[in-house]
């Protein structure tokens, strides 16, 4: 269980570093990174700022996973624990998804997104969370 969290973190950070990628301008992956309509325009456009938070958050909640490896202060540790409850649901509800655009119940599936929704973001997403879950769940027998 802990090499399933340790590889988890590693993916949430490599995903947190490409959204910082992203929000430095980087364009690497990003065609395909945005939920579409069947007409190929994009639902939303994200501001840097707004992917930069996105993967500062990422970056924490991996490192949060981790956290009973190599810290040992009780209060830090009992507030990462709730974080990795609070992200734990935040992931599977974007496995779940939105029924339209996004997650495993999404209806439009013909666009270039929704191909990479069904085969990396969705089960990531999935991943996410159970590696948030277990690692709360289990967090005293981490360290």
């Known amino acids: 269980m802990k090499l399933f969290i340790i590889i ?5 950070l490599v995903v947190a570093l490409v959204h910082i990628y992203w ?4 364009t690497l992956f990003i065609d395909r990174a945005l939920p579409e309509k ?19 958050v990422l970056l924490v909640v991996a490192m949060a996973a981790t956290s009973p490896l190599y810290i040992s202060d009780a209060r830090l540790l009992s507030i990462f624990r709730i974080v990795l409850m609070f992200f734990c ?12 655009f996004v997650g495993i119940f999404r209806k439009i599936r013909n666009t270039g ?7 990396v973001y969705t089960p990531l ?11 709360a769940y289990f967090f005293n027998s981490l360290a």
């Open 113 to 119: 997104f929704a191909e990479y929704d069904t085969l």
């Open 125 to 135: 997403s999935l991943v996410f969370s159970l590696v948030c879950g277990l690692s």
């Open 38 to 56: 069947t007409d190929g325009r994009k639902l939303f456009k994200p501001t840097r700022a707004g992917t930069a938070i996105v993967g500062t």
């Open 89 to 100: 649901v935040v992931f599977f509800v974007r496995f779940i998804g939105d029924f339209r």
């Open 8 to 12: 988890g973190s590693f993916l949430m």
């Open 23 to 26: 929000s430095l301008g980087g």
